[in-house]
């Protein structure tokens, strides 16, 4: 199974680790993106290990980051289409494919 990021969670994804890297430093904001990577290679390996949210769509929480991945899962391929901060809008991402 192979992964693609949608060009709002990719977005997502940079400006969280940007925040992380001048609040915490750059350690912290490459420890940002290496926990994204890592959930997204368990998701690779394990598409339904995501808790069920919102119809099809799938979340799971990064360790450490208060933010969520929201996916899906086509025939052969994990569908990123969110990094969800855990204190913003709940479903603002809603209408993303």
Do not use: N
């Not at 890297?21 to 940002?32: K, T």
């Not at 994204?36 to 995501?50: T, W």
């Not at 929480?61 to 990094?83: G, H």
Request: aromatic fraction near 12%; charged fraction near 30%; hydrophobic fraction near 40%.
């Amino acid at each position: 199974m192979k992964a693609s990021v949608s060009a709002e969670a990719d977005r997502e994804l940079t400006e969280g680790a940007l925040h992380y890297a001048r609040e915490g430093g750059a350690q912290v904001g490459a420890a940002f993106i290496a926990e994204f990577e890592k959930v997204i290679e368990l998701l690779c390996a394990y598409p339904e290990i995501g808790a069920q949210w919102r119809g099809s769509r799938r979340r799971l929480p990064i360790r450490k980051f208060p933010y969520s991945i929201v996916y899906y899962v086509r025939e052969d391929e994990i569908r990123v289409i969110a990094l969800a901060h855990h204190r913003r809008k709940p479903s603002y991402w809603a209408s993303r494919k």
